[in-house]
Structure formats: structure tokens, C-alpha cells
């Protein structure tokens, strides 16, 4: 099992910035893949960013390519999402999770946090 606990969001100001973090306890945090996803006021959840194992693979959804940052610190069992140039557009509940299969990209992900509120004001 694999708890999963993000912080970090709030209210910032279109053109701001904000980090998320998300903390992992439980099994082996260095073996698995970690991605963001995030879901905005009446629509669906989408897929923002992914990081390997390994830190050595990235991905990103074309809509956030060039302002957001994933990476991972293996040692602190933790995730981040550093988020610049915000829009409104990326208000949004922001989900971080956790993906047990090895391939790359994850086909799916199988533990989820609770989610951590983003608010970008025009």
C-alpha cells in the first residue's frame, strides 16, 4: 500500500508561481513512477506530468510543456510539480499518484492522494 499526501496549493496571482509536494510513505517510493493530474471545475480529470523511477524520464501535457517542472528528490520520498507563468486556466484540484508498472509512460496509476486545491486569479 502506498499513501500518498499533497501540499502546497493555494491562491496566486496569473502569472505567479506555486510548488506542489507530494510525500509518499509506505512502499518503496525510488520504484515506481509518480505523476500529476489535475481537474478543473466541471471538467474531467487530465493528465499534467510524469516522472520515472529513476527521474531520468519526463513527460508533460502540451498545455503546461515549458512552465512546469516535475522532478523527484528519492531520498525524501517526495514529488514536486514547481508550476510558473500560472493561468487561470490551470485552476484546478492537482492530484499526484503513483504508478506500480514499469513500463514508460505508466498505462495507469494505481494509488492516488487526496488532492491540493490551485486557484490562479486574473
Known amino acids: 500500500q502506498v499513501q500518498l499526501e499533497e501540499s502546497g496549493g493555494g491562491l496566486v496571482q496569473a502569472g505567479g508561481s506555486l510548488r506542489l509536494s507530494c510525500a509518499a510513505s509506505?512502499?518503496?517510493?525510488?520504484?515506481?513512477?509518480m505523476g500529476w493530474f489535475r481537474q478543473g471545475p466541471g471538467k474531467e480529470r487530465e493528465f499534467v506530468a510524469s516522472?520515472?523511477?529513476?527521474?531520468?524520464?519526463?513527460n508533460y501535457a502540451d498545455s503546461v510543456k515549458g512552465r512546469f517542472t516535475i522532478s523527484r528528490d528519492n531520498a525524501k520520498n517526495t514529488v514536486y510539480l514547481q508550476m510558473n507563468s500560472l493561468k487561470p486556466e490551470d485552476t484546478a484540484v492537482y492530484y499526484c499518484?503513483?504508478?506500480?508498472?514499469?513500463?514508460?509512460?505508466?498505462?495507469?496509476?494505481?494509488?492516488w492522494g487526496q488532492g491540493t486545491q490551485v486557484t490562479v486569479s486574473s
Open positions: 516522472v520515472s523511477w529513476s527521474a531520468f524520464r519526463t
Open positions: 499518484a503513483a504508478a506500480l508498472d514499469g513500463r514508460w509512460p505508466p498505462p495507469s496509476y494505481q494509488f
Open positions: 509506505g512502499r518503496s517510493f525510488s520504484s515506481y513512477a
